[in-house]
């Protein structure tokens, strides 16, 4: 599997009107969770950055949160913030524009949010024309930063590798609350949190 676990600037210039990272201002870093709300990741998350006293954010799916009302809720009650992931997980590569938006905003019925990050990355610039049309203040989110956690020919000593090498002020780094990722993020979410705290960094939600 092919990924890069640092986002190049060429994409991020070809994709200008996405957000990649933030200022390094404040010596903030920001942890960003896809897929979720999953029954078992989401608590255990929800646990270590509480441990931390660190703030992220979530990235939703939408038929997850219809599923597990309960766990969203505690997201919030956490202080987090959320943004909207698509209600089914679409490729906007491999879906025409019209379905697309339909299923971003199906989860908008359940997800309050202008924060939209598009599943894998993959999202044209009309599809991001039209988000930014159909809801008001829209965000692209992407990051600059893969733990590559979802990556089952890993494990989560690369996980944290891949982070720790790389993370600096301002930085947006991807993990999923999902089961494919599960044992890798169960094993480098702490490393990850605890070298943030060695550091100095003040883990912040978007």
Same mark, same amino acid.
């Given at each position: 599997?092919?990924?890069?676990?640092?986002?190049?600037?060429?994409?991020?210039?070809?994709?200008?009107?996405?957000?990649?990272?933030?200022?390094?201002?404040?010596?903030?870093?920001?942890?960003?969770?896809?897929?979720?709300?999953?029954?078992?990741?989401?608590?255990?998350?929800?646990?270590?950055?509480?441990?931390?006293?660190?703030?992220?954010?979530?990235?939703?799916?939408?038929?997850?949160?219809?599923?597990?009302?309960?766990?969203?809720?505690?997201?919030?009650?956490?202080?987090?913030?959320?943004?909207?992931?698509?209600?089914?997980?679409?490729?906007?590569?491999?879906?025409?524009? =019209?379905?697309?938006?339909?299923? %971003? /905003? $199906?989860?908008? *019925?359940?997800?309050?949010?202008? +924060?939209?990050?598009?599943?894998?990355?993959?999202?044209?610039?009309?599809?991001?024309?039209?988000?930014?049309?159909?809801?008001?203040?829209?965000?692209?989110?992407?990051?600059?930063?893969?733990?590559?956690?979802?990556?089952?020919?890993?494990?989560?000593?690369?996980?944290?590798?891949?982070?720790?090498?790389?993370?600096?002020?301002?930085?947006?780094?991807?993990?999923?609350?999902?089961?494919?990722?599960?044992?890798?993020? =169960?094993?480098?979410?702490?490393? %990850? /949190? $605890?070298?943030? *705290?060695?550091?100095?960094?003040? +883990?912040?939600?978007?």
């Amino acid at each position: 599997m092919f990924y890069l676990t640092k986002t190049p600037g060429i994409l991020k210039a070809l994709y200008k009107s996405c957000i990649w990272s933030l200022s390094p201002a404040g010596n903030k870093v920001y942890l960003t969770f896809d897929d979720g709300p999953h029954p078992q990741a989401t608590p255990y998350v929800l646990d270590q950055l509480a441990k931390y006293n660190a703030h992220a954010t979530f990235f939703c799916i939408g038929k997850n949160v219809v599923e597990h009302p309960d766990i969203y809720q505690r997201i919030l009650e956490a202080g987090h913030s959320i943004g909207n992931h698509t209600h089914n997980h679409l490729n906007g590569w491999k879906t025409n524009t =019209e379905e697309y938006i339909a299923n %971003v /905003l $199906e989860a908008a *019925k359940y997800i309050s949010s202008p +924060l939209f990050r598009p599943p894998y990355g993959r999202i044209t610039p009309f599809q991001i024309k039209q988000i930014k049309n159909k809801i008001p203040g829209a965000k692209i989110i992407m990051w600059d930063i893969l733990s590559g956690d979802f990556d089952t020919s890993i494990n989560g000593e690369a996980c944290v590798q891949n982070v720790v090498f790389k993370l600096e002020p301002g930085s947006i780094v991807v993990f999923h609350d999902s089961a494919k990722a599960w044992d890798r993020l =169960e094993y480098a979410l702490p490393r %990850v /949190l $605890e070298f943030c *705290k060695k550091k100095g960094f003040e +883990l912040a939600a978007i």
